[in-house]
């Protein structure tokens, strides 16, 4: 899956083979996108180009469209006013029905001035529920969902139909911004902080929301975010007036404060994780017919394994990383690499063959729950199951049809929601939200707290489950201390040259022989810091350091940071020479979602 990493070898052939297919398939204002994304993310521009030229060239089926037309939405005032501010960059702040609503509107009246629309979502999953539910109200054969697992043939079509202008409103993941518009009017992004948005696998490591910027300034267009909560960036970019917060709460803003249920007493009880709190909120939501989402971050069954004989952690060989035990498969798997040991393995140091398994993995959540309530319809939602094409489209039906009282889902359980509203939303594991230490982590944590709440029903419930119920986050969770969130996380970024306050260069270096690592990664770092000296636009270089994951799929890995001013060009900085000429095995990574 990894891409090839060195981006200034080989280029210049292909970006000359690129630029002839160019001329006749390309808009200029494509062109100009191309050219800014590859300056920002020091990729190579033929890449970029590449996404941008569908693969196959020739007609692709399509499905005969059905050519009702949509029903038209209520008439409500509040959003057409919204409709009419006119600053070029806004937040939509609010429940996911609230918003999903204004933009529904929005691209009614896009469609009808035959302009164009862009929405954005962070994963295929929420892209295609949002489109299921846009069918109600537009022309299926003059919008198109598209993400990267489009069939080529029918990718060539909607690329076409774009281009000749039968496409009028798109719903795609953030390939969809390579796109031939022509006249977009508004580009709309959901959640627009989830770190899914961003490409973090493979070149170019693109994040959507710059992009989406770039291609609204090339087109004069809106650029609106959809958030159930801000971003520390918009509310930077709120305190520097270059963008509009909406709170579509405000009007019948209330007093809100989640259940906090503290477990740490109960973490021997049987029917661990599910805390006593939690089993009589779920039994109350079910008793009134309503839907329960717990939401548990871990796949598989348990976090670990250790053997009961010596306490050793069961590992990958090829990662280093502890293997999680699937139970429904009965086999331990790693969640890197494609590595799996039978459940009859044996203790690899002692040979012993009883192993305990430690942590809340969603499959755990989902045998307890079904133990407690047998008549309960429970639905699993997890990338164990949406990756399944079969297991998608079940499931996206059954949430369609609201065939289940309880879901239980990994994070993207929250993206679904357009489908449904709930009488509960549970984090049962909360802590392990937080487990990890980054510049970002609040943030993240803050942002799916709130997602969880903006799915909830006019009554409905947060339930957090935690043990250790003086978390300071939570304290600062309630709406009306969301500026003094905001404000803290800010101060502390500033305080610690972290984004928004910088950029972030992230190169990372792989070999399969540990001491090559270390030896390269030193020998470029004092290169760096021989080259950075007396340039003020690098705040800092941080010695090279070994990620959490250290070893992936047989590779050891050492990482340096990078940070520049927010504002400096990558191009023009004293190091570019040194990053532009980086060895095989180099790969470099702006902006990126995680630093550990
Ligand atoms: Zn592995
Ligand atoms: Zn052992």
């Not at 069939?151 to 774009?162: S, Y």
Request: aromatic residues 10%; hydrophobic residues 40%; positive net charge.
């Amino acid at each position: 899956m990894e891409s090839q990493e060195n981006f200034s070898r080989k280029s210049n052939f292909r970006i000359k083979e690129v630029k002839q297919i160019g001329e006749e398939m390309l808009f200029q204002k494509q062109l100009e996108l191309a050219k800014k994304v590859a300056n920002f993310y020091l990729a190579p521009l033929g890449i970029i180009l590449k996404i941008m030229v569908p693969s196959v060239a020739k007609k692709g089926k399509r499905k005969l469209a059905s050519f009702l037309k949509g029903n038209k939405l209520e008439n409500n005032k509040r959003a057409k006013k919204i409709l009419e501010i006119k600053d070029k960059e806004i937040a939509l702040i609010g429940t996911k029905q609230e918003r999903d609503e204004i933009i529904f509107l929005a691209m009614q009246k896009a469609f009808e001035e035959n302009r164009q629309f862009l929405y954005l979502a962070s994963e295929i999953f929420p892209a295609a529920t949002f489109f299921e539910k846009l069918k109600k109200y537009l022309p299926e054969n003059e919008i198109a969902l598209i993400h990267s697992s489009t069939p080529p043939g029918e990718f060539f079509h909607i690329w076409k139909g774009l281009k000749d202008k039968k496409i009028k409103i798109i719903v795609a993941t953030k390939i969809g911004l390579f796109l031939p518009f022509s006249e977009l009017d508004t580009i709309a992004i959901e959640e627009s902080g989830d770190i899914s948005h961003k490409q973090w696998d493979m070149n170019p490591r693109y994040n959507a929301l710059p992009v989406a910027r770039f291609l609204a300034e090339i087109h004069k267009a809106k650029l609106l975010h959809s958030n159930s909560a801000p971003s520390v960036e918009i509310w930077k970019k709120k305190e520097e007036k270059t963008l509009r917060i909406i709170n579509l709460e405000a009007e019948n803003a209330s007093h809100y404060e989640p259940k906090i249920a503290n477990i740490f007493s109960e973490k021997k009880s049987p029917d661990f994780p599910i805390g006593k709190e939690l089993f009589e909120t779920l039994s109350n939501v079910l008793n009134e017919k309503g839907k329960s989402l717990l939401v548990v971050n871990r796949r598989g069954f348990s976090s670990y394994s250790i053997c009961q004989s010596c306490k050793t952690v069961l590992r990958c060989p090829n990662c280093d990383r502890a293997l999680v035990y699937f139970e429904e498969k009965e086999k331990y798997k790693c969640l890197h690499c494609r590595h799996e040991m039978n459940l009859l393995s044996s203790c690899p140091s002692c040979g012993a063959c009883q192993f305990s398994h430690q942590g809340i993995g969603i499959q755990l959540v989902e045998k307890k729950i079904k133990r407690l309530f047998p008549s309960a319809r429970v639905l699993r939602l997890d990338s164990d199951i949406s990756k399944l094409k079969k297991g998608s489209a079940q499931i996206l039906q059954d949430l369609a049809k609201k065939n289940f009282d309880i879901l239980i889902g990994t994070q993207i359980a929250l993206k679904i929601g357009s489908l449904n509203s709930f009488g509960l939303v549970a984090f049962p594991s909360f802590d392990e939200l937080e487990s990890i230490p980054d510049f970002n982590t609040r943030e993240l944590a803050f942002a799916l707290l709130s997602q969880a709440k903006s799915l909830l029903e006019k009554r409905g419930v947060l339930l957090i489950q935690t043990a250790y119920s003086g978390n300071p986050l939570l304290k600062l969770f309630p709406s009306e201390k969301k500026e003094e969130f905001f404000e803290k996380e800010l101060r502390e970024r500033k305080k610690t040259n972290n984004p928004p306050f910088s950029r972030i260069v992230k190169l990372f270096y792989r070999h399969p022989n540990k001491k090559k690592v270390e030896k390269e990664t030193q020998k470029v770092f004092d290169l760096l810091q021989k080259f950075a000296d007396n340039d003020n636009n690098i705040i800092d270089i941080n010695e090279p350091y070994e990620p959490l994951i250290a070893k992936k799929r047989g590779y050891y890995y050492k990482n340096i940071l990078i940070k520049t001013k927010r504002e400096a060009e990558i191009q023009k900085i004293s190091i570019f020479p040194i990053l532009s000429k980086l060895k095989k095995g180099w790969g470099i990574d702006l902006d990126p979602v995680s630093t550990v």
